[in-house]
């Protein structure tokens, strides 16, 4: 008896080095190969997005795949055609204006440090102040940001070329029952985290729009990015145009409005909508959340974390499609301890 119990000691010593051996190389991997892996990844996410415009025409239109896939990316293209113009003119009369939003800006934090600068005895000129918001807003950093936004978009080609293939070399004959219902679980999660993030950043945008808040564009864009990830994903986007609105508003009233109605779109959207949909099935914990938002951004940088929770999310539903992984499944979703009905 003492021998067998030593020997699955042993066992499961054994398998937990192998597993977090196999991390680490995993790791490595992932890191080392990150300029073809985040091409193909995101070809992939768009893949199960614009998956079900291709199923529509061939289904419902009957027409052939082979012309319903490029009518598929044409519309993706229309569809960032449409957004992002309006995004950069918005962004261009910010930085037009940035010497009206720095005058704002010294008269409302002026007061403040004069009060600490009479009780700390501190050394203050405004000028530190003027010369540290010309910088962060200097036409410098932001031809640096587009510059990083522009080797970002010399990989779409890679990506669009990947799509391709893979969307015409898709075949639901060939498919396995398993390898079906993973198909079908990742399009459902995906392209409902679509939907809900680009309902959340249109709710958000018109609600900016209504308040004629600066930047009102940029923030919707950006509250959709940040909508697929889950609890502090929804915090940042809520709190992001709080520096601009204290700027250009005089009203707490506008300021309290411009926070609590994205806070209750928020959670309207995430706790009961999304949760309607999706399910507790597709939920993950919060500790893996933040986990899984290190893991990731540690190996592909900024990309990593946004693409972090619906990575884990489409290896926890892989996880949970095979009887050896379910435990693995169940760690991710924070629910090891309960058991199968």
Not at 23 to 38: Q, T
Not at 56 to 71: C, E, G, N, S, T
Not at 138 to 161: A, P, R
């Amino acid at each position: 008896m003492n021998n067998k119990s030593t020997n699955n000691e042993n066992y499961q010593i054994m398998t937990m080095s192998l597993v977090i051996l196999a991390i680490i190389m995993l790791s490595f991997a992932l890191y080392y190969s990150r300029a073809i892996l985040i091409p193909f990844v995101f070809a992939v996410f768009i893949r199960f997005l614009i998956a079900p415009i291709v199923d529509f025409q061939m289904k419902k239109l009957k027409i052939y795949r082979f012309v319903a896939v490029p009518i598929a990316i044409l519309l993706l293209f229309l569809f960032f055609f449409i957004t992002i113009p309006p995004i950069y003119a918005s962004f261009i009369d910010f930085l037009n204006r940035s010497n009206e939003y720095q005058e704002k800006l010294n008269l409302l934090i002026n007061p403040l440090i004069i009060l600490f600068q009479d009780k700390f005895d501190l050394e203050y000129n405004s000028l530190t102040l003027q010369n540290l918001f010309s910088k962060y807003l200097s036409y410098e950093i932001v031809s640096n940001i587009f510059s990083q936004t522009t080797n970002f978009l010399k990989t779409t080609s890679v990506i669009f070329i990947i799509l391709i293939f893979l969307l015409i070399g898709e075949n639901d004959k060939r498919k396995t029952r398993t390898w079906y219902e993973i198909d079908r679980t990742i399009k459902k999660y995906i392209n409902t985290k679509f939907l809900t993030s680009l309902a959340t950043s249109i709710l958000f945008g018109l609600t900016y729009w209504f308040f004629k808040l600066d930047l009102a564009l940029i923030f919707a864009f950006l509250t959709f990015f940040l909508s697929f990830i889950p609890v502090f994903g929804g915090v940042i986007a809520i709190l992001l145009p709080l520096p601009i609105a204290l700027i250009q508003y005089d009203s707490y009233t506008t300021l309290i409005l411009i926070l609590i109605i994205p806070l209750c779109i928020n959670f309207i959207i995430g706790n009961f909508i999304e949760t309607k949909i999706l399910g507790s099935a597709l939920s993950l914990n919060p500790v893996t959340i933040i986990l899984a938002l290190i893991f990731w951004g540690m190996l592909w940088g900024f990309i990593g974390i946004f693409l972090a929770v619906p990575l884990t999310a489409v290896i926890k539903i892989l996880f949970d499609q095979f009887e050896t992984t379910k435990n693995f499944a169940r760690v991710l979703q924070g629910n090891i301890h309960h058991r199968d009905i």
